[in-house]
């Protein structure tokens, strides 16, 4: 599979990862916020762009380099050997990025944070709202709560 097969296939909410790349279950996938997805404290609307689950279970935006477009070792996320667990959907992961934001605006407006820890409230919220839209709940939904929370609150600290 070339670079254009593997960004047609991300755009069918597919993942893809070259057979080459030395670290095991690294994929990409593409994300697709809502319309109304704002971007941290900035308020501007949220594009779609590549994604990377990188080696240590992270999520950072993917550039490609020179080598990967040319590459003719592509493929779809499940014919690469030791390929990560299906992705979290783009309408769950813009629920979870909303619930994040939700809570991040309650502290920035004072208002008293509720008893459990950020990630129970997030977890909670986000699952409420894919169960009234009929969204499956990823059994990783923790550890995604966690993530995006971080990287929401990284953006705050820089």
């Known amino acids: 599979m070339d670079f254009g097969d ?17 670290g095991k279950g690294m994929w990409l996938a593409l994300f697709q916020p809502n319309g109304s997805q704002k971007t941290g404290n900035f308020g501007y609307p949220t594009l779609p762009f590549i994604l990377m689950k990188t080696v ?7 550039l490609a380099s020179q080598t990967d477009m040319l590459a003719e070792d592509w493929g779809l996320v499940e014919d690469v050997p030791q ?5 979290l959907s783009r309408a769950a992961l813009a629920i979870v ?3 994040v934001q939700s809570y991040l605006a309650q502290l920035e407006n004072r208002e008293p944070p509720p008893d459990q820890s950020p990630v129970d409230v997030i977890q909670a ?5 894919m169960a009234q839209r009929g969204i499956a ?9 966690t993530q995006v929370l ?5 953006k705050e600290v820089r």
């Open 6 to 22: 593997a960004i047609r296939a991300l755009k069918q909410g597919k993942r893809v990862a070259r057979k080459g790349w030395n």
């Open 56 to 62: 240590d279970n992270k999520i950072v935006p993917w």
């Open 83 to 87: 390929a990560a667990p299906a992705v």
């Open 97 to 99: 990025s909303e619930a």
């Open 125 to 129: 919220a986000s699952q409420h709202v």
């Open 137 to 145: 709940v990823p059994s990783d939904l923790r550890e995604v709560c």
């Open 150 to 154: 971080q990287h929401y609150l990284r």
